[in-house]
């Protein structure tokens, strides 16, 4: 049985690089964002909008106990998702974690590129957002640095 979680911030290109792998190794891919929004029958967007990010981050958590419980699977997770209760120890239970590591100029371009939208970005000007990344890394990384395997996708072009 294989199972492998993908963490890292947003931008990092999670669900890319989630869902080629899924497809190299023959196994099913997963996206807890849209596996949330599925179960959910909302966005992303609309649940923060509706229960703020508190009950985002209890559904998120709920959801990933679902999903990691399946078998034969590639899962990407939320750029949050391993920073709340104790997801992080539990993936690492459940599954080989891998943390895509991504220096934050890159993450900005990908960001600006992207169509996602996300609500923790949201009114945050192009000026601002490299701040904000390098902020919220920092806090972010003691959690992401808790994976098994770290990989470096800055220079990946996908
Ligand atoms: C979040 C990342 C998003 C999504 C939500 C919160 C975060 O997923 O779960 O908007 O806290 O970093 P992506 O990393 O796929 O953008």
Same mark, same amino acid.
């Given at each position: 049985m294989q199972r492998i979680i993908l963490i890292g911030y947003? %931008?990092? %290109?999670k669900t890319t690089i989630g869902r080629a792998l899924a497809k190299e190794l023959g196994l099913q891919f997963y996206d807890l964002d849209w596996y949330i929004e599925n179960r959910r029958r909302k966005t992303v967007p609309q649940i923060f909008a509706e229960v703020g990010e508190e009950g985002f981050r209890k559904i998120e958590h709920n959801m990933l106990h679902e999903v990691a419980e399946f078998e034969d699977v590639v899962i990407s997770c939320g750029g %949050?998702?391993?920073? !709340? !209760?104790d997801n992080i120890d539990y993936m690492n239970q459940q599954a080989k974690v891998v943390y895509l590591h991504c220096e934050p100029e890159v993450l900005r371009g990908h960001l600006l590129m992207g169509k996602t939208e996300r609500p923790l970005l949201k009114g945050k000007s192009p000026e601002e957002l490299t701040g904000f990344i390098k902020e919220q890394l920092k806090q972010r990384e003691p959690f992401y640095a808790k994976a098994r395997y770290t990989l470096d996708v800055t220079l990946m072009d996908n």
């Amino acid at each position: 049985m294989q199972r492998i979680i993908l963490i890292g911030y947003m %931008g990092a %290109g999670k669900t890319t690089i989630g869902r080629a792998l899924a497809k190299e190794l023959g196994l099913q891919f997963y996206d807890l964002d849209w596996y949330i929004e599925n179960r959910r029958r909302k966005t992303v967007p609309q649940i923060f909008a509706e229960v703020g990010e508190e009950g985002f981050r209890k559904i998120e958590h709920n959801m990933l106990h679902e999903v990691a419980e399946f078998e034969d699977v590639v899962i990407s997770c939320g750029g %949050g998702t391993p920073c !709340f !209760f104790d997801n992080i120890d539990y993936m690492n239970q459940q599954a080989k974690v891998v943390y895509l590591h991504c220096e934050p100029e890159v993450l900005r371009g990908h960001l600006l590129m992207g169509k996602t939208e996300r609500p923790l970005l949201k009114g945050k000007s192009p000026e601002e957002l490299t701040g904000f990344i390098k902020e919220q890394l920092k806090q972010r990384e003691p959690f992401y640095a808790k994976a098994r395997y770290t990989l470096d996708v800055t220079l990946m072009d996908n």
